[in-house]
Nanobody
């Protein structure tokens, strides 16, 4: 089973950028679509972005145009680049792996990382 380790969270001011990374050790990483979710205090965990094995990307409306997702199938990493951060982007961000090589809207990941905290001050 794929194991996921996130890094890159922290405290930034509104308007700043932050890059989150997810390392998925193991030779099966490139098989799966990968994604990022986030959960703010008192709220449900929400979809942020996903990337298929081939590199097709998908984004929540709230982050379109500000966030990008990419993957390196050699280094077994997936990256979430977050630009123009807003206070409402503050949350714990989770890396996730899907059970298929492609992503379809509403798919639920089957593997989750531990999460990394992003705080955005206004």
């Amino acid at each position: 089973q794929v194991q996921l380790v996130e890094s890159g969270g922290g405290l930034v001011q509104a308007g700043a950028s932050l890059r989150l990374s997810c390392l998925a050790p193991g030779r099966t990483f490139s098989t799966y679509a990968m994604g990022w979710f986030r959960q703010a205090p008192g709220k449900e965990r929400d979809f942020v972005a996903a990337i298929s094995r081939s590199g097709l990307t998908y984004f929540a409306d709230s982050v379109k145009g500000r966030f990008t997702i990419s993957r390196d199938n050699v280094k077994n990493t997936v990256t979430l680049q977050m630009n123009s951060l807003k206070p409402e982007d503050a949350a714990v961000y989770y890396c996730a792996a899907y059970s298929r090589s492609y992503y379809s809207t509403g798919d639920t990941p089957n593997v989750w990382g531990q999460g990394t905290l992003v705080t955005v001050s206004s």
